[in-house]
């Protein structure tokens, strides 16, 4: 199982990015995606998942409005559009599958590499 967070970089206050998170050597449409985040010092925490149909959706309420979680199962990609972002969404971002929908991060594993998310003022 691998998991690629991309699409990370450094914006100023107001702007976006698009994160993708790309699988592979599992079958993709079976699995919950989540994406969590982590800011130094910070506990990881969760900000949205999508069901393995994209029937069901969870945003942590900071990011609810502003992100929109969304899953292409013919390409094995989950994306994450980050609109309006703040100094406080900056962070590592990572993606993690879960077999059920859910976004406690205690069910979620095979966690990827992150890519890092920095808004300026």
């Known amino acids: 199982v691998q998991l690629q967070a991309s699409g990370g970089g450094s914006v100023q206050s107001g702007g976006s990015l698009r994160l993708s998170c790309a699988g592979s050597?599992?079958?993709?449409?079976?699995?919950?995606i989540g994406w969590f985040r982590q800011a130094p010092g910070k506990e990881r925490e969760g900000v949205s998942s999508i069901s393995r149909g994209a029937g069901s959706t969870f945003y942590a309420d900071s990011v609810k409005g502003r992100f929109t979680i969304s899953r292409d199962n013919a390409k094995n990609t989950v994306y994450l559009q980050m609109n309006n972002l703040k100094p406080e969404d900056t962070a590592v971002y990572y993606c993690?599958?879960?077999?059920?929908?859910?976004?406690?991060?205690?069910?979620?594993?095979?966690w990827g590499q992150g890519t890092l998310v920095t808004v300026s003022s």
């Open positions: 993690a599958i879960s077999p059920t929908p859910t976004m406690s991060p205690r069910f979620f594993r095979s």
């Open positions: 050597g599992f079958r993709f449409d079976a699995y919950t």
